[in-house]
């Protein structure tokens, strides 16, 4: 049983910047990536950033590439996406997963846990 829980979102004015943070508890795997996905009203959910175990290994969307930053703390059980140049298009609710895999991931279905998701808001 593994807990997820996003941080970190809000609304805020184009071009600013956030980070969010995903928080992991209960039940850990000693390998696994992680990803960002977010899904804005009416839409389906679409993958933003993935990130391998090893840290070294990161994808993004062309929509957030030279945007957007993941990383992520082993030791704290923690995914971060730093989200610069913040455009209204970003808009949407943003969710943190967990893939029981070393490797990264852009798919959904490859994804084994889900956080609850945060919202950001991005007005022009």
């Known amino acids: 049983q593994v807990q997820l829980v996003e941080s970190g979102g809000g609304l805020v004015q184009a071009g600013d910047s956030l980070r969010l943070s995903c928080a992991a508890s209960g039940r850990t795997f000693s390998n696994y990536a992680m990803g960002w996905f977010r899904q804005a009203p009416g839409k389906e959910r679409e993958f933003v950033a993935a990130?391998?175990?090893?840290?070294?290994?990161?994808y993004y969307a062309d929509s957030v590439k030279g945007r957007f930053t993941i990383s992520r703390d082993n030791d704290k059980n923690t995914v971060y996406l730093q989200m610069n140049s913040l455009k209204p298009e970003d808009t949407a609710i943003y969710y943190c997963?967990?893939?029981?895999?070393?490797?990264?991931?852009?798919?959904?279905?490859?994804?084994?846990?889900w956080g609850q998701g945060t919202q950001v808001t991005v007005s022009s």
């Open positions: 990130i391998s175990w090893s840290g070294r290994t990161t």
């Open positions: 997963a967990v893939a029981r895999v070393p490797t990264v991931v852009t798919t959904t279905r490859r994804y084994d846990y």
